[in-house]
């Protein structure tokens, strides 16, 4: 374990058995239909490497790149999409992927945005972590890894201050060091 960790909340293990399943799911539900995974960045980069490996179905990949924190523990309150223009996704079925959904922010902007392009033919979300709190618009992922507590957490894509990032678990850092 990381020496500024404090406790691991989900073990790499764990994320391997849950996103197994997550894949089954996310197969079944698009078969037949050619789906394009749209992956926010840097955030879901891991989730997307290894939930993408286990969906053996045609599909294309685009990225994104937005952030909305800088370099602290709460949200900015504003989401900045670094990249433009966004790819065009129209007559596609879109499933947009996050590392977590929190205050609901990013995923709400990029929904937003998203539905801006006419002809979509279906727009779902899959983050790895949900954080179990109360959101204005109870905006929801269509498919969720893991529904977590309201704790700031590091690891497996996730980042405080871009460390962190590459551990294989989820974490729960040392008071020491955030
Ligand atoms: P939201 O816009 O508030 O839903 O936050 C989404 C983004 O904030 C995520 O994609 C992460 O990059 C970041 N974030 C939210 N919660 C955490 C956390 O507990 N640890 C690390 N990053 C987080
Ligand atoms: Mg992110």
Partial sequence: MHEDVEKILISAEAIERRLCELAAQITADYSGRELT?????????LLLADLLR???????????????YHGSTASSGTITFR????PDL???????LDDILDT???LRSVLEKLRETPSIQSL?????????????????AD????????????????DYKEKYRNLPYIGVLKPSAV
């Fill in 37 to 45: 995974v749209l992956a926010l960045l840097n955030g879901s980069f």
């Fill in 54 to 68: 286990k969906i053996p179905l045609p599909l294309q990949l685009d990225c994104l790149s937005v952030s909305s």
């Fill in 104 to 106: 609901g922010l990013t």
């Fill in 124 to 140: 779902r979300t899959c983050v790895l972590l949900q954080k179990n709190i109360p959101r204005p618009d109870g905006i929801r």
């Fill in 83 to 86: 990249q433009r223009p966004l």
């Fill in 143 to 158: 498919y969720v890894g893991f529904e977590i507590g309201n704790e700031f957490v590091v690891g497996y894509g996730l």
């Fill in 90 to 96: 129209s007559g596609r079925h879109v499933l947009v």
